[in-house]
């Protein structure tokens, strides 16, 4: 076991799906990452399927790291309340995911809020998410998330402009929104097939990872089990790099946009 953990200061992640592998966890805290979001899901590629939770959270152990446990695609059949008691305790756990994009899913606020309810019956431990989009106006997340990831994409066909405005506002207002949750980028390390290029992900992420003084997250590791992304940071050395670069970034400074504003907004016929 590393001597030194990580310094926890700054939260600064990597979403995992599969991985579990010491080897694996030792390259990412190499690159400057001291938490793994494990969300689960890709396991279904087939491979990497000899190990699990117990081997994932305790190789973070080993490692120096600290894991946010996802609780959507990780529960290997028990019931949500058994797998919560099972690892609430383990060393290398931070928190868990409540639910990976909910409100892109059509997951109702209804919905999240019940689980949300029933998980801060089992644990303090902090509770996240992730949201699929820039349109706080129209978003349906729950309030009582302690940290909110936002992982605003490079579409095709969109300037590096136009993608950091979708960026700027989507913060703004999901700040303004959840006053009581930690808003976070959770910026783009991999490239959809027929997505924009390297280069302009790349020159984004970067702006974006430095907006909460850095603190974020970063998708993702081993995410090849998905038939969309053909590069990950696991298999692509300029990704590697950007890691390195924004894991270096520890200012504390937030750069959000003020929000002025927030009502309710109606659809007029």
């Given amino acids: 076991t590393y001597a030194d953990p990580c310094d926890f200061t700054y939260l600064q ?123 706080a106006f129209t978003e349906v997340l729950a309030d009582g998330y302690d940290y909110i990831f936002g992982d605003i994409y490079n579409d095709a066909g969109e300037t590096a402009e136009q993608t950091l405005y979708k960026m700027r506002a989507w913060f703004g207002l999901t700040t303004k929104r959840h006053p009581n949750s930690k808003i976070l980028p959770a910026v783009m390390g991999f490239k959809y097939n027929g997505g924009v290029d390297l280069e302009t992900i790349i020159s984004t992420s970067k702006v974006f990872a430095k907006s909460c003084g850095g603190n974020f997250s970063c998708f993702g590791w081993d995410v090849l089990g998905e038939s969309s992304i053909s590069n990950g940071i696991r298999d692509t050395v300029s990704l590697q790099k950007l890691s390195k670069d924004i894991c270096s970034y520890k200012t504390g400074v937030y750069k959000i946009p003020e929000c002025y504003a927030w009502g309710d907004v109606t659809e007029q016929a």
């Avoid at 117990?54 to 190789?59: E, G, K, P, V």
């Avoid at 973070?60 to 790291?65: E, F, N, S, V, Y």
């Avoid at 909910?102 to 801060?120: F, V, Y």
């Fill in 13 to 135: 992640g990597v979403y995992f799906a599969y991985a579990y592998d010491l080897s694996e966890l030792l390259a990412v805290r190499d690159l400057g990452y001291n938490t793994l979001l494990h969300y689960g899901g890709m396991h279904i590629s087939g491979y990497d399927n000899d190990g699990g939770v117990q081997n994932l959270l305790d190789n973070a152990k080993t490692a120096g790291l600290q894991v946010l446990l996802g609780t959507q695609n990780s529960l290997n059949g028990m019931s949500l309340p058994d797998f919560v008691n099972l690892y609430k305790d383990h060393p290398a756990l931070l928190g868990f995911l409540i639910a990976d994009e909910p409100s892109h899913n059509g997951m109702s606020i209804a919905d999240q809020q019940a689980k949300i309810n029933i998980m801060k019956g089992l644990t303090n431990k902090p509770l996240a998410c992730s949201d699929f989009t820039y349109d």
